[in-house]
């Protein structure tokens, strides 16, 4: 027989282990609700260009077009808070198989600044919404931000995030479309 005082002791045991067990319970919940909730994105991207063989030379004008289509039941925010196209992606340029040259323009614009507290603040937004089930094409003026001299057959895929900066991102991957650069007959004008 156990008695009153080991009865006790044991009660005061299974109290504790109860009130422990009790007290992580809403821990466990506050954790599981600041985990960011990850949802289907809300828009597409597709790439496209008419540019499919292009003949190598100095001054090579490859665009891409990117198709932003609203894949959600509500509006989606396409506006921009940059002029410059090659800031609205994250692109990727290969050929055979291996990362393309950027050019100057593309380096100087990934580039961290220091800002210059004497100039004067400036800020363009292109503002824009994509109601559900529409789409918007932006054009990408691609050879401006790599160097697509060398023949060959260029891979591209874009990606632009949900929420960018936000806990809740997502990167919204593009179709991966070919170029081929083909080496020009004058001699002259190739790179």
């Known amino acids: 027989m156990i008695s009153v005082r080991k009865m006790g002791a044991v009660m005061r045991i299974l109290i504790g282990a ?16 600041s985990k960011p909730h990850k949802h289907k ?12 063989v292009v003949e190598s030379h100095k001054d090579m004008d490859i665009e891409i077009d990117v198709k932003e289509t609203n894949v ?10 940059v002029e410059e196209p090659g ?18 323009v593309y380096r100087d614009m990934l580039a961290p600044k220091k800002p210059d507290p004497n100039a004067p603040v400036e800020f363009n937004p292109i503002p824009g919404v994509l109601p559900p089930r529409k789409s918007k094409t932006f054009e990408i003026p691609l050879s401006r931000y790599f160097d697509m001299s060398t023949p060959g057959t260029y891979e ?3 990606w632009r995030g949900t929420d960018e900066g ?13 170029i081929t650069v083909i080496p020009n007959n004058n001699r ?4």
């Open 41 to 52: 994105p809300d828009f597409s991207l597709i790439l496209s260009t008419d540019n499919v």
């Open 166 to 178: 936000q806990a809740d991102n997502l990167d919204v991957q593009s179709n991966t479309i070919s």
């Open 87 to 104: 800031a609205w992606y994250s692109m990727r340029v290969l050929l055979n198989g291996r990362p393309v040259p950027t050019t100057a």
């Open 156 to 158: 591209i895929t874009f």
């Open 72 to 81: 959600s039941h509500h509006k989606v925010n396409v506006g921009r808070l």
């Open 18 to 33: 109860a009130a422990i067990v009790v007290g992580l319970i809403p821990v466990q919940s506050s954790v599981a609700a």
């Open 188 to 191: 002259g004008e190739q790179r």
